[in-house]
């Protein structure tokens, strides 16, 4: 198995679309750069969306599961598991490099892993074509005319009310208002630039909000949301 490339297999199928994609861009990139073959398991319950497949999804995460499982299969294949499910992991650090280095087959758990910067720059493009998600057009139409005015400064802004109601117990819960404020604030620091809100949401946002501010709602889709705002 010398000169065979590793098997990167990532398995993240929990939590919410953002986070799965900063899993799998951060995953991707160190793949890449140690010229290891990637499968994921990372889209489930969001397939449609994503216009991937949910077979290919579900059979990835199982083998990653009974890889894991088997110890046998462990020592012969010499499979190694880094665990990001609780604790924040850096693909990159002293102690992940030696198991990596150390194994054949690299069974990457969670959405709490993290690589070097660099990688993400070096293979940015790359990695935006090996997920190919599909935006559509009026998406990518309503991102072009709102992100490159002459003259403003975009700024997105993410209003997550959804799941951050419950999420321990409501603490990163904002009402509407405090990001108001906080536009407001920012447009009385800004002198001299022109800014344009773009807020997305996971709730409805009234139109009466953002008063006095040059302000607009987002695509209001998941993906539509997340492409908008990445620009």
């Not at 940015?124 to 309503?142: C, E």
């Not at 404020?181 to 946002?205: H, M, P, Q, Y």
């Amino acid at each position: 198995m010398r000169n065979m490339k590793k098997i990167f297999i990532l398995s993240c199928s929990s939590n919410q679309l953002g986070n799965r994609f900063q899993a799998a861009a951060y995953f991707l990139a160190t793949a890449f750069e140690l010229k290891a073959i990637p499968f994921m398991a990372w889209s489930a319950g969001y397939e449609k969306i994503l216009g991937k497949s949910r077979f290919s999804s579900v059979l990835i995460k199982w083998i990653a599961n009974f890889l894991e499982s088997n110890s046998w299969l462990k020592k012969i294949l010499r499979v190694s598991v880094v665990d990001g499910t609780r604790k924040p992991v850096g693909l990159t650090n002293n102690s992940t490099r030696l198991i990596i280095s150390s194994s054949y087959i690299v069974i990457v758990k969670g959405y709490y892993i993290y690589t070097h910067p660099e990688y993400l720059d070096k293979y940015a493009m790359r990695i935006v074509k090996y997920l190919n998600v599909g935006v559509p057009r009026n998406v990518r139409d309503f991102a072009e005319s709102k992100t490159r005015q002459k003259g403003v400064t975009t700024v997105g802004i993410h209003i997550r009310h959804g799941d951050y109601a419950r999420y321990r117990k409501g603490r990163y819960f904002y009402p509407i208002s405090h990001y108001e404020s906080v536009a407001k604030s920012l447009v009385g620091n800004s002198e001299g630039f022109r800014l344009k809100f773009i807020v997305c949401s996971d709730t409805d946002i009234p139109d009466t909000a953002f008063s006095e501010l040059d302000w607009e709602k987002g695509p209001g889709s998941i993906l539509g949301d997340l492409y908008v705002l990445s620009r």
